[in-house]
């Protein structure tokens, strides 16, 4: 199992002691650039990933499940539906609660 994180690597957090003691390998400053497959999902395409610019490829990778977690935030759950805008931090990859206003008709 591998997991592909685009957050720096923080070898004192305790998830990433963890994961490799439980066999999870990591992959820090990346993301999934691709989803290869026809019927199903067969691999994915790992490129670094560094300050909210994606970089080269580092990895193929052979899969048969792609997961892919935001986590919950409140900003993004109650605006959505509410055809409001959001960003993204380019530093935290992470969407923080901002003012926004509606979109326009």
């Known amino acids: 199992m591998t997991v592909v994180d685009p ?5 004192k957090s305790a998830l990433q ?3 490799k003691r439980y066999g999870v390998k990591v992959l820090n400053d990346a993301v999934i650039t691709v989803a290869r ?3 199903r999902v067969a691999s994915v395409e790992v490129s670094a990933y560094s300050n909210g610019t994606v970089g080269a490829k580092q990895a193929d990778l052979s899969c048969d499940l ?9 900003c993004i759950c109650s605006r959505c539906p509410a ?3 959001i960003g993204i931090t380019k530093n935290s990859a992470s ?3 901002r003012q926004c206003r509606p979109r326009a008709a």
């Not at 792609?66 to 409140?74: D, E, R």
Request: cysteine-free; proline content about 8%.
């Open 7 to 11: 957050r720096l690597a923080d070898d």
């Open 17 to 19: 002691g963890q994961a």
């Open 37 to 39: 497959g026809k019927l």
């Open 66 to 74: 792609l997961a892919v977690s935001g986590g919950w935030n409140p």
């Open 83 to 85: 055809a409001r805008r």
């Open 95 to 97: 969407y923080p609660a």
